[in-house]
């Protein structure tokens, strides 16, 4: 972040292209780059074509356990994690990167919606390392999935082997999510 040489720069700006490319809100850019607001917002609106919106970060936890939330978020954190455990990139280009093959599974999927936005994606990235979330592995099925840390899970079932009865015509989409 301390890298003040042009290339430096350079690099600062292209992560943050790449951020509001896929989404990000301001406050990620803020705590990711080093660059100014002001050029940031700069940035957004060349993107965009509109101001960034404003107004706080979703810093709840629980929105990642609701059920398609929870489908989602575990999608994207599995591919996070085994990019991870390669170790060759930083963890914001980890991130992105994650975040990419993610939207690539969801738009195989018949309902082709991104649930899960960048900045969500980053968010459930922070809580884990800050010891938040873990993840819980169903029963059933073997999957790995978000839930609160030091949730009781050795009885744990996950969304997809136990959908609740208002999910009907997304279950078939969230069985083939988990099948990626
Ligand atoms: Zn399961």
């Given at each position: 972040m301390a890298d003040r040489s042009l290339l430096g720069e350079m690099r600062q700006i292209q992560l943050a292209i790449e951020?509001?490319?896929?989404?990000a809100r301001l406050q990620v850019?803020?705590?990711?780059?080093s660059?100014?607001?002001?050029?940031?917002?700069?940035?957004y609106k060349?993107?965009?074509?509109?101001?960034?919106?404003?107004?706080?970060?979703?810093?709840?936890?629980?929105?990642?356990v609701t059920w398609l939330p929870n489908i989602h978020s575990s999608l994207f954190y599995n591919i996070y994690e085994s990019l991870s455990l390669?170790?060759?990139?930083?963890?914001?280009?980890?991130?992105?990167?994650?975040y990419r093959l993610y939207l690539e599974q969801v738009s195989m999927l018949e309902d082709r919606e991104p649930v899960l936005g960048l900045t969500r994606a980053w968010t459930?990235?922070?809580?884990?390392q800050s010891g938040m979330m873990q993840l819980s592995v169903c029963r059933r099925c073997g999957g790995r999935f978000v839930?609160?840390?030091?949730?009781?899970?050795?009885d744990y079932v996950c969304g997809i082997c136990q959908p609740p009865s208002r999910a009907g015509k997304t279950r078939k989409a969230a069985q083939r999510a988990k099948r990626t």
């Open positions: 951020l509001i490319e896929l989404g850019l803020e705590t990711e780059t660059l100014s607001r002001g050029r940031l917002i700069k940035l060349e993107i965009h074509g509109v101001s960034p919106p404003k107004g706080m970060l979703p810093f709840s936890t629980d929105w990642f390669l170790g060759t990139e930083t963890r914001m280009a980890t991130m992105v990167k994650a459930l990235v922070r809580f884990f839930a609160h840390a030091h949730s009781i899970d050795h």
